[in-house]
């Protein structure tokens, strides 16, 4: 069975750091596109960061480029999303997800595995 796992979400203060980590278990995805999601409370699921499955492509919302970025490590089968200069906007359910094909994409819609999410809250 195919899982995929965030960890790292938190409580931190306006201006700070967090790394999200999402571990995939059942079968690897070194080749395949990843995303990173959130929802806010009340709000649609939207895109927040993605990359091919190498990494050669990967997009960003406007509203997160220059303050995050999307990795991973094949060895470990995770993804990370690193998050910095964290404001109080960036509070919501972040969730980690992949495709069967390598490409990266924005919709929820092409994404066929999706973890549960990691809470995070970004005070002012």
């Known amino acids: 069975q195919v899982q995929l796992v965030e960890s790292g979400g938190g409580l931190v203060q306006a201006g700070g750091s967090l790394r999200l980590s999402c571990a995939a278990s059942?079968?690897?995805?070194?080749?395949?596109?990843m995303g990173w999601f959130r929802q806010a409370s009340g709000r649609e699921r939207e895109i927040v960061a993605a990359r091919t499955w190498n990494g050669g492509i990967t997009y960003y919302a406007d509203s997160v480029k220059g303050r995050f970025t999307i990795s991973r490590d094949n060895a470990k089968n995770t993804v990370y999303l690193q998050m910095s200069s964290l404001k109080p906007e960036d509070t919501a359910v972040y969730y980690c997800a992949a495709r069967s094909s390598w490409d990266l994409a924005r919709s929820t819609k092409e994404y066929e595995y999706w973890g549960q999410g990691t809470q995070v809250t970004v005070s002012s």
């Open positions: 059942g079968r690897t995805f070194s080749r395949n596109g």
